[in-house]
Every structure is written in C-alpha cells, then in structure tokens.
C-alpha cells in the first residue's frame, strides 16, 4: 500500500522549536509570556487595519467569546452560515441561545446576502431581531462581505466573521478576519497554519481585546484575593503553543502560495473535463488561500460521480472528503430555523474536498493526477 495522501496536515517551518525552546529556557511554561505577546503582534501586523487578537486556546473558544462579548444570551437569535463546520454554530448552543440558519449563494459558497436581508425582516417581524450574524470565509474564499456588511450596518446587528480556515486571504485587498466586529481565527491541526491547537479573537480595539482576556482568563476582579462578578472561562493561549505560531508566521505567505499552487494543479486536470468545476475566485477582488481545493460534480454531464473520484482516490489511499454538511440537515439542529432555496444541500451532494496541503511533494503529485486521470 502506498502511504497515506491526506487532504490537509501539518506543516512545520523549521524555526517552531527555537520558541519553545526558549520558553523552556525562561520557564515561560505558563499560559502568558513573550510567545503569547509575540505571536498576537506577529497577527496584528500581519493583518493590519488596527486590530487587536487576542491568543486563545481554540477557534471554537474565539467564536463564543465573540458571542458572549456581543451581548448574546438565552433565547437570543443568531444568524449563521449553514453551510459551514459544527464549529461555527455550537457556541450559539452553548449560549443558550438559537440559531437560525441561512442559505449559500453560488458565487462564493457562503451566505447569501439576499437570503440573510429576507431572515433578517421575518424574524423582526416575528417579533425578535437577531442579535448577531455569523458569516464564514469556507475554505479560504471570501464571502460576499460589502454586501453582509452593509446588511448588519443597515439593521444594527453584531457581525462575528469566522476567518478558521481564510488567514492569508482577502478582499479588494483587505485581510480576511478583519471585516467583522470581531473576526476569528483558527490553528487546529488541518489549518493553514497550525500551533497543533489554538485560535484567536480579531478585535476593534485594546479595550475589547482586553475584555476578551479578562473572561478568557477566568474573569478575575481586581483584588488580591480571588474575587469574581462575571463567569469566565479557561480559554487563553499557553505560552508553549504560542511559540509553533511565531514559528508559523515566519512560512504563512509561503504556505498560501503553495496551496494556490495546488488548486492551479486542479484546474489544469479537470480543464478540459466537462461536468467538473474547479472551485475559484469570482473576480480579482477575491483572493482566496485555497485553504482547500474543491470541485464541484455534475454526474449527468461528466460520467461519474462525487463518489466516484472519492472512491478513485482512496483506492490509492489518498484522502479526499464530500463539502461541509449543512447545519439545518445535522440532527442536533433540526429543529432550527432556516432561510434559502436549498443550494448549500447541492453542494453537498455534488461536491469533493481534494488533497491540498502546503506539504504535499511532486510525487504525491503526481499520484493524485494518475489517480483522477483513471476517472476522467
Ligand atoms: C476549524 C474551524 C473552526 C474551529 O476552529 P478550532 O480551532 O478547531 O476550534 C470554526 N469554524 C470553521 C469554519 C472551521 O473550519
């Protein structure tokens, strides 16, 4: 058997262990110290527009500390991308709070402005203005942000911007993760950049950032005992990890680039196959990282299905997965809202996730082109 292609895995830069080292070194072990400050102003600068991040210990952790920072609280209603990873929706459970879900238009595969407006008005006019939206950047491209933002402007309704899998994209030359009222960002293990787990929280200013510590950090009073008027959480960034994600930084242009590589790759395969759309950028004013590569299938037109390329794929051990499962059709959700036409069902049903590591070599390559020419 050959070894194992995977669809996305970690890809150290080289200079991860020099910062955990020194932290070793200065038994900076705890979760604070120079790693922490020093890869949050790594971040800032990377993504600029004055943000403030705050290092936590997860993507998920960012977006409920988004939530919570946004005012939202039981029997609130969020709106959220359907089309999106349980990541994205579970913090509004965790809040007690409820999510209404919104369809994706075909352009960028994320929320779509015209749906968002429609759930927007109904639900005010069921007597509940939504208390934030959340809109995603899936697999790095960026959605239809001059139009969400306008909507959340127009209505006054927090906008949380969940970047997990878009560090290193943009639109009309602004880093994604930085549009919302808060943005987030993810480091598990399958991301663009890894610190083997973490996240962090984009925010407006030192003032919110600052907040988001606070709760993070087990919402201690100031007092030299141990006072406490809020409920906080155990969700800051240890000082270990934080030093994989200096090293990171220092490869995360060229990582982007070497993903882009990959989804060239694809477009080149599948350029003269009909009945398969290689997933792209709408116009020059998306950039995506291609975080993942994807395709789209039409069975009728191409002569074999989603399926089909999977199976062809695995036979030679190469990964591949079928698009995000929308989170009104998951059964922890069923009974939520939901408001579109159905098209985040299609790309379900007709789409594939490809290989699409920085790491992946010329001859995992050329694996994966012999492999997809056997179907094509
Ligand atoms: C990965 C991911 C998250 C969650 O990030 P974690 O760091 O794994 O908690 C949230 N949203 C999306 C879209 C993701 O892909």
Redesign the pocket.
Known sequence: MNSKIWLSSPHMGGTEQKYINEAFQENWIAPLGPNVTGFENDLENYLGENKKVAALS????A?HLALVLAGVLYNDEVLCQSF??S??ANPIAYQRAIPVFVDSEEETWNMCPIHLEKAIQDRIVKGKKPKAIIV?H?YGMPAKIDEIQAIAKKYEIILIE?A??ALGSSYKGQKCGTFGDYG?L???GN?IITTS???ALVCKNEEEKNKAIFLATQARDDAPHYQHSHIGYNYRMSNIVAGIGRGQMEVLDEHVSLRQVMHRFYNEIFKDTAGVTVFNELNESYVSNHWLSCVLVDEEKAGFSREGIRLVLLKDNIESRPLWKPMHLQPVFTTSGFYGSGYCEKLFNTGLCLPSGSNLTEVDKERIRIALNNII
Do not use: Q, R, Y
């Open positions: 997860s993507g998920t952790a977006i999106t990873f990541a994205s995603v899936l969940d997990a899998e987030i993810s480091f598990n991301k787990g973490g996240g």
